[in-house]
């Protein structure tokens, strides 16, 4: 594989209106008791104005999760929506897709090919150095800017140990559905990190992970077969995986700096279904088939320095550099002698990233007032190729910035209420000039009660594709569109949490939540007109849509000794007006119910815990493009369910861990009225590739 530099950094996050994940090792911790985003700085949960949902690193070990796609398919809210075609995997917040959901690695934007921060492919997320993760639903434009329109994602990495010397290897080999075999089916995972502790002062680690999925064959029969029949190939497609990092940090009193360093290197293999037959002199009779190959290299820099000027006010500085590119190689691969020829690869798609951000807190020696003013400077320099009239493809280069400062203030009305207002402006090189604003509010009753409430407004900018894209191709004309303009959005959250402890050692943490989201000016592709000469049906992206959605759930958490229970629930209310500038959908609010649970029991004395995750996913329906209407589509329910044990043996030291995914076995699930006509029947969506089965050993040393 060719090795590229990519690298991760900094990055926080905010609210979420749910109760908290407690560490399932040991249920007398309470894992994450300490939160950072959406904070002016880290403390603890009870103390944010806001709603902080906190993933455990406990409970990624217990899932054995390869990317990030495998812990956030277990949470409320979140629908991950793999592609067995393509290989991605992205997230759905309350039916807002993945360019509304910002992603961030230590409160730094995660750049991809496409953007930065959203549209986010999942399964490139490592999850080999993750300290925990925090999500926050709800627009959170003042803090994070740009397309944080649904949530935030922030994943925080380990700057630090405990011990001078720590060392961690596992490999991990996990079937595909009922596929396997050592090396050429099922998955197979092998990392190792290592960490020293210097002195009080220094620390410095490294890790590097190789993930190995062989790729799911179903009911196709893989790049040798010769038959021309539609069934070459596989289902889901062939991806090797290599993702490093790198840190150093230094601490000394409240001064710490750390430099941070990750790369990825990621090949998808595409096999067409088509087999041709043809005859040269050189070669005789042969088969052959043009088939593809998926590059993609991502590196990210990032700096990062905390500490006090004026013996008072805290800053908090990151500057990165970040770039993600794919390339693609078609090639022609001959069957009978099993080699391939006539290779050509060229960049696809590229995005490159310098930003800065920075933060200045604690103005006044009086803590019931606290304010916080920040920047946020971005230089987004973006390529792609597109594809023009004749099958000819011209490459685009456009450069796009944006120059944000805010300011947020946090005021302790009294020792029960605080309030905490914000306001962000972005001065935008392509766009005209946007706002967010927001205002929290947090009341703290007697005996464990909690009540919070917030407003929030902010934007979501076009992105490269909407912009630049253009695919002419056999009578089909579809462009992207400069003149477009960002989306605007407004949510309304509030929230009561009771968290109760027993004398007979039970805790009980009950929260009840409902938010409202509304979406302005929603970018769709729209037909624009017929063409003159040829009467081709021209269609463009335009600010054409709306859309609303409300949200009532509620979290449940029972913690008693070693064992700890969460059961959550939620209903949401989606309306969306979809335009095309021939017909109009209807702007009903359409409903869905999603429920999960998980319980972990710790048995001490074999040093053995036992996990299970659910989720259902209920119907839901949606309006899609079919014929000349738009069409009531209904999806289909579906169960999830994974389950492992893992056991630790001799002093800690080893670690087996052993389970399975998707136990219920989902692999599609019927959509109706999706094909040409509104009577039609419908088709499957492809979800998963059915029950798997893993197994990882671990082995962890530390001095």
Known sequence: MKIKITLFAGFLFCINAYSQQKDTIKSSEKLSEVVVTGQFEPQSIKKSVFNVRVISNQDIQNLAA?????????????????????????????????QYFKILVDNIPLVNEGGVGNNTDLSQINLNDIDHIEIVEGSMGVSYGANAVSGVLNIITKKSSKYKWNIHASVQEETVSNEYALFDKGRHIQSLRASHTFSKNWFVSAGINRNEFQGYLGDRKGKNYLENDKTRGYTWLPKEQLNGNALISYQKDRFRIFYKFEFLDENVD??????????????????????????????????NATGEIFSQLNYNISVSHQKQQREIEDFRYYLFTKTEGLNVTAKDQSMEVLSSTGTLNNFFSDKTVDLQIGYDFVNNQGFALVQEANNLF?????????????????????????????????????????????????????????????YGNGFRTPNFSELYSKQIFDGHFFTGNE???????????????????????????????????????????????????????????????????WNFSTMNQIIKDNLTINVGAALIGISQLVD??????????????????????????????????????????????????????????SNWFDAS?????????????????????????????????????????????????????AYNLNL
Not at 279 to 292: H, K, Q, V
Not at 680 to 687: A, E, F, P, Q
Request: charged share 20%.
């Open 394 to 454: 011209v490459p685009v280069r456009k450069r796009l910035e944006n120059y944000d400062f805010f300011a947020s203030s946090e005021i302790m009305a009294t020792n029960r209420f605080s309030i905490k207002p914000g306001l962000r402006f972005s001065a935008q090189s392509k766009f005209k000039n946007q706002y967010a604003s927001s205002v929290g509010l947090r009341y703290l009753f007697d005996k464990g009660l909690e009540l919070r409430g917030s």
């Open 66 to 98: 390869n990317n990030l796609s495998d812990v956030l398919n277990q949470y409320l809210n979140i629908t991950v929506r793999p592609s067995g075609t393509s290989g991605r995997s992205t997230v759905s917040l309350f039916g807002l897709d993945a």
């Open 270 to 303: 595409y096999y067409n279904t088509t087999v041709q037959s043809t005859f040269s002199p050189t070669l005789g009779a042969y088969r052959y088939s043009e088939d593809m190959r998926y590059y993609t290299n991502r590196y990210f820099h990032n700096l």
């Open 580 to 637: 095309n500038n021939k017909f109009t959908s209807n702007d009903q609010f359409l409903y869905s119910f999603n429920l999960n649970a998980s319980f972990s029991y710790n048995i001490t004395k074999w040093k053995t815990i036992v996990s299970g995750y659910y989720k259902y996913n209920g119907k839901s329906r949606q309006f899609i493009e079919s014929g000349s209407e738009y069409a009531l589509s209904e999806i289909d329910p």
């Open 483 to 549: 003149n477009l303009i960002p989306e605007t959005s407004t949510s309304y959250e509030a929230s009561i949490k009771k968290f109760t402890v027993f004398s007979s050692g039970w805790q009980l943490s009950n929260t009840i939540a409902g938010s409202f989201l509304n979406v302005d000016d929603r970018i769709d592709m729209a037909f624009v007109r017929n063409n003159p000469d040829t009467g081709t049906p021209e269609y463009q992206y335009i600010n054409i849509s709306k859309y609303q959605m």
């Open 645 to 697: 044990i893992r056991k630790n043996f001799f002093k800690d030291q080893f670690e087996v861990t052993l389970g399975a995914r998707n136990i219920f076995d989902v692999t599609n699930v019927n959509q109706t009225r999706t094909s040409e006509g509104a009577h039609s029947s419908g088709s499957n969506v492809m979800l998963a590739y059915g029950r798997s089965y893993f197994l990882k050993l």
